[in-house]
């Protein structure tokens, strides 16, 4: 498919999500038709990543392999002319997606657990085909961890963190980013694990949110069928270990990520610094929260996992998730962005530990 030069000339008539860099819109065109819409909001003040992991998205979407197209929506077009970015594709029309359905106990557990194996099936039997990424996954995380921890590091709110060779978090002492970075980078079999085979094409962007499923599974229609959306990560990565997918996804479906985005959060330090005392927990009790942990999202989509590709390598996991913090950490604001920063630097030390 080639570019166009824009956007159909549909009217906008719902406003699906307003992200950090890209707005996802429903349009509805001249003859009644609809589709959905997701455009760059050239907003440079959210992260540097933006263009180019939209371009990624649709590189990808031009391309699956035949045996995933079809768990997708299509993509109908798409522009990039120097000045607008984006592209549409078909909109689902009667679905929500399973954040939602998490978050509001629809779901039995017996639903969530069909819904996990069948997800499953579609992420590691029919997204993660073989893959050659132009750069280790290895490097692309050590390059992005680096450049957020230097671009915090300008913020004097964050600074203090970012540089202190060691504080006490959570009541333990750890090592502060920059130091558990720094330690990181020269772990070879750290690195080699997140290089290891297989490497294979990814979703990238696997949260519960991202996941579509018919309104009416509610009312008993079961199982559903999924529909997956924006997949590459907000950095831009498509393609590498498959624990990338896995981090991700229960990232959301502890409620972690929501507790994050939502600043359900309970964190101290930052107006103390020099006591080097930081405190960043969950509030797990948080009615907001609770509905997420009533339902194991999990445990069925981890047992899959680990039947195909073997035994969770912990360190690389908890890299992982330092990685995802921190790149998010460069994306937020306020008590989000302190959350998350804490998050990252917990996780780095984990990532060493283990």
């Not at 540089?163 to 750890?174: A, D, I, K, S, Y």
Request: glycine share 8%; aromatic share 8%; hydrophobic share 40%.
């Amino acid at each position: 498919m080639p570019l166009s030069s824009g956007p159909s000339n549909g009217r906008v008539v719902q406003t699906l999500r307003d992200g950090f860099w890209d707005r996802t819109e429903v349009v509805e065109l001249p003859d009644g038709s609809r589709r959905v819409r997701k455009a760059h909001k050239d907003d440079l003040t959210a992260g540097p990543w933006g263009a180019e992991a939209l371009r990624r998205e649709i590189r990808l979407l031009r391309n699956l392999d035949p045996g995933a197209v079809e768990h997708f929506p299509a993509l109908l077009t798409a522009w990039d002319n120097g000045r607008d970015l984006g592209y549409e594709m078909t909109y689902v029309q009667g679905a929500t997606d399973v954040g939602e359905l998490a978050a509001t106990k629809a779901l039995t557990q017996p639903q969530a657990d069909a819904f996990q194996d069948r997800l499953a099936e579609i992420v590691f039997g029919r997204i993660h085909r073989p893959a050659d990424p132009a750069e280790p996954l290895s490097q692309h995380v050590l390059d992005i961890v680096a450049l957020v921890l230097d671009r915090l590091e300008e913020d004097p709110a964050f600074g203090r963190v970012i540089v202190t060779p060691r504080f006490c978090l959570n009541g333990e002492r750890v090592s502060g980013p920059r130091v558990a970075s720094d330690r990181i980078r020269t772990d070879p079999n750290l690195m080699e694990s997140l290089d290891a085979k297989p490497q294979v094409r990814l979703h990238g962007d696997l949260f519960l949110e991202n996941i579509l499923l018919p309104r009416e599974t509610t009312g008993g229609n079961w199982p559903a069928e999924p529909t997956l959306i924006d997949p590459v990560s907000v950095a831009g990565v498509s393609q590498g270990h498959p624990l990338f997918d896995l981090v991700k996804y229960e990232s959301y479906a502890t409620g972690e990520l929501p507790a994050l985005r939502g600043e359900r959060l309970h964190v101290e330090g930052f107006d103390r610094p020099r006591e080097a005392n930081y405190v960043c927990r969950v509030l797990w009790d948080d009615p907001a929260i609770v509905p997420y942990r009533r339902i194991n999202w999990l445990g069925r989509f981890r047992a899959t996992y680990e039947h195909i590709y073997g035994p969770i390598d912990w360190r690389a996991y908890h890299l992982l998730e330092a990685y995802f913090a921190l790149v998010m950490a460069l994306c937020t604001h306020g008590v989000q962005r302190r959350g998350r920063l804490l998050k990252g630097t917990w996780a780095l030390n984990a990532a060493l530990e283990r």
